[in-house]
Nanobody, 118 residues
Framework: QVQLVESGGGLVQAGGSLRLSCAAS????????MGWYRQAPGKQRESVAT???????NYADSVKGRFTISRDNAKNTVYLQMNSLKPEDTAVYYC????????????WGQGTQVTVSS
C-alpha cells in the first residue's frame, strides 16, 4: 500500500502561481512514476504531468511551458509548480503513483482544489 497526501491547492487570480506537493509513504518500488492529473466539473480526468523515478517527464500540451513537475526521491515527494495560471486550469488536482513493472499497483491522492479566477 502507498499513501499519497497532497497540499498546496487554493484560489489564485489568472496569471498567478501555485505549487502543489504530494508526499508518498508506504511500500514503494522502483521504477515508478508519480504525476498529477486533474478533473474539471463535467469533464474526464486528464493527465497533467508525470515524472518517473529516473527523472523522465511528460506534460500535457495545454500546460507545457507553464507547469514544471519535479520530485525529491529522498523525500518521496513530487511537486507541481504552476505558473501563468488560466481559468481553464481550474480543477481538482490528483496525485498519482504507479509502479511501472507491477501492473495494478497504482494509487491516488484525495485531490486538492485549484481555482483560477479571471
Amino acid at each position: 500500500q502507498v499513501q499519497l497526501v497532497e497540499s498546496g491547492g487554493g484560489l489564485v487570480q489568472a496569471g498567478g502561481s501555485l505549487r502543489l506537493s504530494c508526499a508518498a509513504s508506504g511500500s514503494m518500488f522502483r521504477p515508478n512514476a508519480m504525476g498529477w492529473y486533474r478533473q474539471a466539473p463535467g469533464k474526464q480526468r486528464e493527465s497533467v504531468a508525470t515524472i518517473t523515478s529516473g527523472g523522465s517527464t511528460n506534460y500535457a500540451d495545454s500546460v507545457k511551458g507553464r507547469f514544471t513537475i519535479s520530485r525529491d526521491n529522498a523525500k518521496n515527494t513530487v511537486y507541481l509548480q504552476m505558473n501563468s495560471l488560466k481559468p481553464e486550469d481550474t480543477a481538482v488536482y490528483y496525485c498519482n503513483y504507479r509502479e511501472i513493472f507491477r501492473v495494478g499497483h497504482e494509487y491516488w491522492g484525495q485531490g486538492t482544489q485549484v481555482t483560477v479566477s479571471s
